[in-house]
């Protein structure tokens, strides 16, 4: 068996061996198992029933890491996108909310799964064609890295509320919660931790930090202890509970198009810069990169029935790739550890589960909030990750800076709605460029979109 896996995933010609194969499948998973908790956190506030998709999001992952290992070769995990799950609970379903019949009888979350399905339906048909090359090409890198910027400042404003940092307040968009308050100060343990074990490049950083964090929560009750070890929760509520009719509704495009930019660009991102880092890339070229495609596809696909959120490729896969993994074996290490982990939904359900609190502020005002003070760090420290990419901007241009600064503005600023930053983004950068007589530098699917984009706030105004 193991001559038949060393042969099966080139470990000679890659210059690998099996243990250095599993600590970096093991690395991976370290890395990365932070989603296992924040997942159902996220999708159980639109309504999904938070055990269901712990399991498809575990089985999904799982399923499409190793056949991304199978199928490519390549060391690079899967695993709904921190962004998109957002995208999907706080933009799609609230969206879909709201063109719903009064007494439709699906759930919003299950057309959102509609939408996800489609989106990775056409990622995976257009990776046997060469458009994804066009499309690549089309979409200019201010606005790539602005979308980058501004779904990470959405999540990190996500996770200031959860932590109960940041809360609403009439009049404006927010103020400051009561630091004093115990949950809060626990959600500042958290994130202080999680800060200084990455900085001290520990692996398994931000997962560690979860489980030091519920554990010192335990004694004032804001984390509930109800086991480790039990059977996997039931799947069933969320199984081929997507509607896929309902997806179909010309109402959706603009949710179906944004779901799949965002897996797209995702996943290429990740290809393309844990590639690098791996040396994988030759003579500027990615071997087997349509498997890759395919494969993050596929997964998103499995993902939409199951019932979760956009599958793509993880960027956390670098640590296992720092950790000397060079073949997929190391993916098929990760996806079984995904698959164990389903053996842990007791402790899954203690550390995501909301915690009901009465914030009382200085001016004597009490605020019902439903804090999640254990995982709210992992969401401030992923959107701090992602503001990275705001120095890849050119903001001496402003051809080029204006377009990126409403598509990062837009994202928190106009209901959580990724959405709107994208819209807003594609249809100033069309316009800015055309007035300063720099159309030549406009590829022509950025006009399409944006004249779709237009097309549908003149409907939204109708």
């Not at 198992?33 to 998709?53: E, H, N, R, T, W």
């Not at 939408?115 to 048909?125: H, K, N």
């Not at 790539?144 to 940041?166: D, R, Y």
Request: glycine share 8%.
């Amino acid at each position: 068996m193991r001559r038949l896996i060393e042969t099966t995933f080139r470990f000679q010609e890659l210059q690998t061996d099996f243990k250095t194969e599993i600590m970096a499948g093991v690395t991976t998973f370290m890395t990365m198992a932070y989603i296992l908790f924040v997942q159902p956190a996220v999708l159980s506030a639109c309504g999904m029933d938070a055990g269901a998709v712990f399991v498809a999001t575990c089985v999904s992952s799982a399923l499409a890491t190793i056949l991304m290992g199978v199928m490519a070769n390549y060391p690079i995990a899967q695993a709904p996108a921190m962004g998109h799950n957002f995208f999907f609970a706080f933009a799609a379903v609230p969206m879909i909310a709201r063109s719903l019949p009064e007494h439709a009888v699906v759930e919003p979350w299950q057309v959102a799964l509609g939408a996800v399905l489609i989106s990775g339906l056409i990622f995976f048909i257009l990776s046997y064609t060469r458009t994804l090359d066009g499309l690549i090409q089309a979409i200019p890198a201010s606005l790539k890295n602005g979308i980058a910027v501004g779904i990470g400042l959405l999540i990190a404003l996500v996770g200031l509320q959860w932590a109960g940092l940041v809360v609403d307040a009439p009049g404006t968009l927010m103020r400051l919660g009561n630091l004093h308050s115990p949950p809060v100060l626990l959600a500042l343990f958290g994130l202080v931790l999680t800060a200084s074990l990455l900085a001290l490049r520990v692996r398994g950083a931000i997962l560690i930090a979860i489980l030091v964090t519920a554990v010192v929560g335990l004694p004032f009750g804001f984390t509930k202890y109800q086991g480790v070890i039990s059977l996997p929760p039931s799947v069933a509520p969320t199984f081929f509970k997507l509607d896929l009719l309902g997806a179909i509704d010309i109402g959706l495009v603009s949710v179906i198009f944004t779901f799949f930019i965002l897996d797209f660009f995702d996943t290429v991102g990740t290809l393309i810069g844990v590639s690098e880092q791996a040396g994988f890339i030759k003579d500027g070229k990615l071997p087997r990169a349509k498997e890759a495609l395919r494969a993050d596809a596929a997964g998103t696909v499995m993902g939409a029935f199951m019932g979760t959120s956009t599958i793509t490729s993880y960027i956390e896969s670098a640590a296992g790739i720092s950790a000397g993994g060079r073949t997929g074996f190391a993916n098929v290490v990760t996806g079984i550890l995904l698959l164990l982990s389903l053996l842990f939904s007791p402790l899954i359900k203690m550390i995501g589960s909301p915690l009901p609190y009465t914030m009382v502020m200085a001016d004597g005002a009490r605020l019902e909030l439903q804090l999640y003070p254990v995982v709210a760090p992992a969401l401030i420290i992923v959107g701090s990750f992602m503001m990275s990419a705001v120095t890849r901007i050119r903001w001496n241009d402003p051809t080029e800076a204006l377009p990126a600064f409403l598509t990062i503005v837009m994202m928190p600023f106009s209901g959580f709605s990724i959405t709107e930053g994208i819209a807003f983004g594609f249809i100033s950068y069309a316009l800015v460029k055309t007035l300063a007589g720099r159309h030549r530098e406009v590829h022509w699917l950025i006009y399409a979109c944006a004249l779709l984009f237009v097309a549908r706030y003149v409907f939204m105004a109708d």
